[in-house]
């Protein structure tokens, strides 16, 4: 499950530098939004291979 969606990868990157101190310091709504979008999605397609009982492990290289 992914997405090549640039504002997508461009929020996350920040996000990853703001557990790191680093940064924009500021989330829009739009993309609060657009982060919950890409994730529903996401979501919507693994629960088609994930069964009751099963572990999901999640990476991000």
């Known amino acids: ?26 989330i829009t709504t739009e993309e609060v939004a657009l982060y919950e979008r890409v994730n ?4 919507q397609q693994l629960a088609q291979y994930v069964q009751n009982g099963d572990i999901v492990a999640f990476h991000d290289p």
């Open 1 to 26: 499950m992914e997405t090549n969606e640039q504002p997508f990868l461009s929020l996350t990157k920040n996000i990853h530098h703001l557990i790191y101190g680093q940064g924009r310091d500021i």
């Open 40 to 43: 529903r999605e996401n979501a």
